[in-house]
């Protein structure tokens, strides 16, 4: 009954996954997508995407981290699956859930679900390039806008050698918007032999129990969730394990936003002050989802642009 950290374009980046898995308890995490073309990419960019590749592919805390790749040329998935393999990946991931409209446009993501041939082809190059003992999963959404070829895709997807299939109770059309459909995971989970792993919506312990009763999967991925509750995946590990455990108040939360500033590696510059400054302000939206204290933090300081200006505010409280 496996806990993952999903991946999250521009959100769950390396500082945001060392925080989190070391309060968390998750069995693995997957990298923010490294988009693939028809270009070979150097080494410099599966680190940059994946810094934990330095330090045998694990965060700090002892958590594993495997690539993922976003693209649709097989071969070149494929080369690139291998060098990721090589430079310490304990696998390989592949995208066709992203809904962002820059990836779509570009033939990556989540659009090729109107192309199951092409997703067929993708896992079955990589698969073959792949060393066996290299696990080669995919993560996929319900479908583009309706999911009655969800079945038969996840059986293909199978066929072509994955390992294991993420899905977001979701198609694409639908985004992100409330509520991830779980019932349909269950036709899928009992009609395949490799793990599903379900995905979306789960913000609450009580989310989970509802996701792993409904959908018949054992596993569960956790994304903008585990943002908002650092502590979720640890709670429901407890829960797991027998033992009640209510979430920290937010007195346990603050020091974390310290702690991931200061893993964003300042370089002492204005410029970069303020960006890492933008990524902490967006970490406090999404914090306020589930905490009042976050929200009114994240409205007096939403138009700063310094560490210390937003500090100082928490430090008032």
């Not at 330095?54 to 993922?68: E, L």
């Not at 309706?146 to 985004?175: M, N, P, S």
């Not at 009992?190 to 793990?195: A, C, E, G, Q, V």
Request: hydrophobic residues 40%.
């Amino acid at each position: 009954m496996r806990i993952l950290l999903a991946p999250m374009e521009g959100v769950l980046d390396p500082p945001l996954r060392e925080v989190l898995t070391r309060v968390g308890a998750f069995d693995f995490c997957v990298s923010e997508f490294i988009r693939i073309t028809d270009q070979h990419l150097p080494a410099k960019v599966f680190y940059r995407l994946c810094p934990e590749l330095h330090q045998n592919s694990k965060t700090a805390s002892g958590t594993p981290v495997k690539v993922q790749l976003l693209g649709n040329n097989p071969e070149t998935l494929a080369r690139s699956a291998r060098k990721a393999v090589k430079l310490g990946s304990p696998g390989i991931d592949l995208n066709f859930g992203c809904p962002a409209k820059t990836v779509n446009k570009h033939k990556g993501g989540a659009v090729l679900l109107k192309e199951p041939e092409s997703i067929f082809q993708i896992i079955k190059t990589v698969r073959e390039e792949v060393p066996s003992e290299f696990p080669v999963t995919a993560k996929m959404r319900l479908g583009w806008d309706c999911h009655k070829g969800a079945l038969k895709l996840a059986q293909q997807i199978e066929a072509a050698g994955a390992d294991e299939l993420v899905i977001h109770a979701r198609t694409k059309i639908q985004g992100y918007k409330p509520p991830a459909h779980w019932h349909f995971l269950k036709e899928i989970s009992d009609s395949l032999s490799i793990p599903v792993v379900a995905n979306g919506d789960i913000w609450t312990l009580e989310d989970y129990k509802e996701c792993i009763e409904v959908s018949g999967c054992d596993d569960v991925m956790i994304g903008r969730g585990a943002i908002a509750s650092p502590f979720l995946s640890k709670q429901i590990r407890d829960y797991q394990n027998g033992i009640e455990s209510p979430l920290p108040q937010w007195e346990e939360i603050e020091p974390l936003l310290t702690e991931f500033y200061d893993a964003c590696e300042p370089n002492g510059t204005a410029r970069h002050d303020i960006q890492i400054t933008g990524r902490l302000k967006q970490w406090l939206h999404m914090l306020s989802w589930q905490y009042t204290e976050a929200k009114t933090i994240f409205d007096q300081v939403k138009r700063f642009k310094t560490r210390s200006e937003v500090f100082e505010v928490i430090d008032r409280r």
